[in-house]
C-alpha cells in the first residue's frame, strides 16, 4: 500500500513560481511512477506530468511543457512539481498519483487529497 501527501499549494501571482511536494510512505517500490493531475471547476480531472520512479524519464501535457518540471528524489520517496511562469488558467486542485508511468488517470493506483493552487491576474 501507498499514501501520498502533497503540500505547497497556495496563492500566487501570475508569472510567479510554486514547488509541489509529493511525499509516498508505505510499500513504494510497488509503484513504477509518480504523476500529477489537475482539476480546475467544471472541469475534468487532466494529466499533468509524470515521471518513472526507476529512471526518472519525464513525460509533460502541452500547456505546461517548458514550464513546470517534474521531478523525484529517490532516496526521501518525494516527488517535485516545480511551476515557473504561472497564469490564471493553472488555478485548479492538484493531485499527486502513484502507478505506471502513464498519461490516463486510470493508470494510477494511489492518489494524495489534492492541494490547491490559484494564480490571480
Known amino acids: 500500500q501507498v499514501q501520498l501527501v502533497e503540500s505547497g499549494g497556495g496563492l500566487v501571482q501570475a508569472g510567479g513560481s510554486l514547488r509541489l511536494s509529493c511525499v509516498a510512505s508505505?510499500?513504494?517500490?510497488?509503484?513504477?511512477?509518480m504523476g500529477w493531475f489537475r482539476q480546475a471547476p467544471g472541469k475534468a480531472r487532466e494529466f499533468v506530468a509524470a515521471i518513472s520512479w526507476g529512471t526518472g524519464d519525464t513525460r509533460y501535457a502541452t500547456p505546461v511543457k517548458g514550464r513546470f518540471t517534474i521531478s523525484r528524489d529517490y532516496a526521501k520517496n518525494t516527488v517535485y512539481l516545480q511551476m515557473n511562469s504561472l497564469k490564471p488558467e493553472d488555478t485548479a486542485v492538484y493531485y499527486c498519483a502513484a502507478g505506471y508511468y502513464s498519461i490516463v488517470e486510470r493508470g494510477y493506483s494511489y492518489w494524495g487529497q489534492g492541494t490547491q493552487v490559484t494564480v490571480s491576474s
Open positions: 508505505g510499500r513504494t517500490f510497488s509503484s513504477a511512477a
